[in-house]
């Protein structure tokens, strides 16, 4: 079972780790101005043509897998948590129907079996989702 807190830490000390990771990430992707890094093709044509509604933005990395640090033994240090953070900071673009298909997946919340920890793009390849840069006109 998972713990909800770290080993000695009080639920409230997690808690604000956990804030801090979600805030910092939420920060991170939006440096330089931009809230999108990539975008997929049905969702880059969907946004052209005005049908925002069936789009939407999430962390290619999810945050719950950044928030998994909480859960462990120890309270993570600095290093640890602004690593996590880094890799949390990239956006993409999806359509409802793409998030589908991750979701049957069981990757909306983690990602695929075996992942080096590193390929931001994993939980895409896994499902069959082509991603590229997002152009500039789309980085809102």
Not at 32 to 54: C, Q, W, Y
Request: charged letters at 30%; hydrophobic letters at 40%.
């Amino acid at each position: 079972p998972r713990s909800l807190s770290f080993s000695g830490c009080s639920w409230a000390t997690t808690f604000a780790v956990r804030c801090v990771v979600r805030e910092a990430s939420l920060k991170a992707a939006k440096k330089g101005k931009t809230r999108v890094h990539f975008i997929s093709s049905a969702a880059l044509d969907k946004r052209r043509s005005g049908e925002t509604g069936d789009t939407f933005r999430e962390h290619m990395v999810p945050l719950a897998l950044a928030v998994e640090v909480t859960k462990r033994e120890r309270a993570p240090n600095v290093e640890e948590l602004a690593a996590i953070v880094e890799g949390c900071q990239f956006v993409a673009v999806i359509t409802k129907a793409e998030d589908a298909r991750l979701r049957d997946a069981g990757l909306v919340r983690q990602m695929p079996e075996g992942w080096d920890g590193h390929d931001k793009f994993s939980r895409y390849k896994h499902v069959g989702i082509e991603l590229h840069p997002c152009p500039l006109d789309i980085r809102k």
